[in-house]
């Protein structure tokens, strides 16, 4: 008696699904708050110092001094950044599946440390490099990187890539994880967290464009690169310092598996079995009547429960569940059937993000080089193109406190909702923002060309006599966008995924920008081909910026961006949120709608 006694005791002091640093049961008087949340926070600045730190620059670092040709070192850098926010869906994968986030981060800081190693060694040593050479006399021109040293390049950026990867797809999770979801405070908190993730992230991306990039402009590149190693390298201890804290969910097996199990089981089942007597034909049966996982469903009563009242909506699903399976590897539980369900739910909302991040990548490409055209002295100080990022940096620093301490409250006040605003209405305002952006992109670009006809400066490569601050009113737009957009499906992801598929749905968030970067690029090759085909000039193509008809590509994507919209109210009206609590439901029945 006295033993289950003290066996009940503890499990009412520990976090049901946790574990601490050192895989014993997380307590909850020591694991887990804001203490814990902010040791990820103070990482984030760092790493995201480490990453933006070369690749904001890294075009010219190709093109100077690897001396690949701009279109080839614009691909290199997209396919870069791509690859690196698309890894993030294996290391949220491999964090819940078989190691946790908190190995995750460290594996991933410890391959990216080795990637920038072997990047500032090459920058420091003439002989890992192409000979120094000019275009001022001869017409022959640089020879490219190539052979070894160029496989050294690659391997170096790779390994980076990887590591960011492992890093975006466990860091945000492990932040998150350490809120209790089950109180009103901790579910404040950890949206409050995703909000001040992105201000970290803002915060180290400040430090980056600015003292970073002179650092590599005018130190040298090698000095560039060993800022960047030695801040990941310093992530490491102070991610070790909050491991006392910390609480970190115990990976559950491969989400992969699952899904694709339910999905062949609903499939073979209503192709094989016509035995209606064997089918489940409501999920609302009893649980006794289907394999289930018992110690997970105890430890999880409330996700549970969640999740088990949404079996109204994709019912073709429903045929999984069989009192006698066909085959024992097709045996599905009710719990596996639903956490599938929420998962196809939430794709189309992942899907109508990559058009908003098509337009975020702008920032990156023809905002830098429209605003590289212009006057950009302010007094005497010149800002160097690649430092232009800073603008939605800034933006985006001041906005995420603002909304935490000013907007959430004051939308609670008037909702009368534990959540103020929805994350699909979070996600909606950064869409809506994201036309505005194209719209006020296009109307400055028209003037900024209308500029070059006046001054006849149209084929000249000298800086326009307008200032460059004028692209500013786009990166106010697009920096709110991202603010709004980033941590509102990071939020979304990681709230409405089943518990066992946490870090790889909120990992869905990164997939999503470098879908925008890849889709960025196939519109501009679609535009130039149709452009090309119609007009016999392609709209984008050329040395000569003033040439292009980058107005129109602007309105392009403002069009493309409101139909996107419109479908994204078209699956919001239909999104019902699993985690939204009875009594918010019936205090404010339209929570579901998009109100922005």
């Not at 078989?98 to 500032?120: D, H, K, N, R």
């Not at 001869?138 to 590591?163: D, E």
């Not at 109180?183 to 600015?210: D, E, M, W």
Request: with cysteine; net charge positive; charged share 15%.
């Amino acid at each position: 008696m006295l033993v289950r006694e003290m066996a009940e005791m503890q499990q009412l002091n520990t976090w049901e699904g946790y574990v601490d640093w050192r895989n014993k049961p997380a307590m909850k008087a020591r694991h887990g708050g804001l203490l814990a949340a902010s040791f990820v926070l103070v990482v984030e600045v760092l790493e995201n110092l480490a990453y933006l730190a070369n690749a904001s620059n890294l075009v010219l670092y190709l093109t100077k001094f690897m001396h690949f040709s701009p279109s080839s070192s614009a691909n290199i850098v997209t396919n870069f950044m791509g690859t690196a926010f698309l890894l993030a869906l294996l290391g949220g994968f491999l964090a819940d599946a078989f190691y946790t986030t908190f190995c995750i981060y460290l594996i991933s800081a410890t391959i990216e440390f080795m990637g920038l190693l072997i990047l500032t060694i090459q920058a420091h040593t003439p002989s890992l490099k192409p000979a120094f050479c000019t275009f001022a006399h001869g017409n022959t021109p640089c020879k490219q990187l190539h052979g070894g040293k160029a496989v050294l390049l690659f391997a170096g950026l790779y390994l980076v890539a990887l590591g960011v990867g492992g890093i975006k797809g466990s860091l945000p999770p492990h932040g998150a994880e350490q809120f209790d979801e089950n109180t009103p405070k901790g579910r404040k908190q950890r949206s409050s967290f995703f909000n001040y993730f992105v201000f970290s992230l803002s915060c180290g991306a400040l430090i980056a464009v600015t003292f970073v990039v002179w650092v590599e402009d005018n130190k040298g590149w090698q000095w560039g690169f060993g800022i960047a190693t030695a801040t990941i390298l310093l992530s490491i201890p102070i991610f070790l310092l909050g491991s006392p804290t910390y609480r970190t969910k115990i990976p559950a097996g491969s989400p992969i598996t699952t899904i694709f199990k339910v999905l062949a089981a609903a499939i073979y089942n209503r192709c094989v079995s016509r035995n209606s007597s064997n089918v489940i034909a409501s999920m609302n049966s009893s649980a006794s009547s289907y394999p289930t996982d018992t110690s997970e469903e105890e430890g999880h009563a409330k996700e549970n429960t969640q999740i088990q009242t949404a079996t109204q909506e994709l019912k073709f699903l429903d045929g999984a569940v069989m009192r006698n399976p066909i085959h024992p590897a097709l045996a599905c539980s009710e719990k596996q059937v639903e956490e599938v369900k929420i998962v196809i739910k939430v794709l189309p909302i992942f899907m109508s993000t990559i058009m908003l991040n098509c337009c975020l990548a702008q920032l990156s490409t023809f905002s830098v080089q429209q605003a590289a055209s212009m006057n950009t002295k302010i007094g005497s100080l010149r800002v160097p193109p690649a430092s232009l990022p800073i603008f939605p940096v800034l933006f985006m620093m001041v906005l995420a406190p603002v909304y935490s301490h000013i907007i959430v409250p004051f939308s609670r006040k008037i909702t009368k909702t534990e959540m103020g605003v929805t994350h699909l209405q979070r996600i909606g305002t950064g869409l809506v923002l994201s036309i505005v952006a194209m719209a006020v992109a296009a109307l400055v670009e028209a003037k900024r060309k209308r500029v070059a006809v006046q001054s006849n400066m149209l084929n000249s490569s000298k800086p326009l006599p307008i200032t460059f601050l004028w692209i500013a009113l786009q990166y106010l737009f697009l920096g709110s966008a991202d603010l709004f957009s980033l941590a509102g499906m990071m939020d979304f992801f990681f709230t409405e995924a089943p518990f066992s598929m946490r870090s790889l749905a909120t990992a869905m968030s990164w997939a999503s920008l470098a879908m925008g970067y890849y889709l960025s690029s196939v519109l501009v090759s679609i535009v130039n081909g149709i452009t090309g085909t119609l007009q016999n000039t392609p709209w984008l193509t050329g040395s000569n910026l003033n040439h292009y008809q980058l107005n129109r590509f602007y309105w392009l994507l403002c069009v493309l961006s409101g139909l996107n919209y419109l479908l994204y109210m078209l699956w919001t009206s239909r999104y019902k949120y699993r985690s939204i609590r009875p009594q918010d439901q019936r205090e404010n029945p339209n929570i579901n709608s998009l109100e922005v």
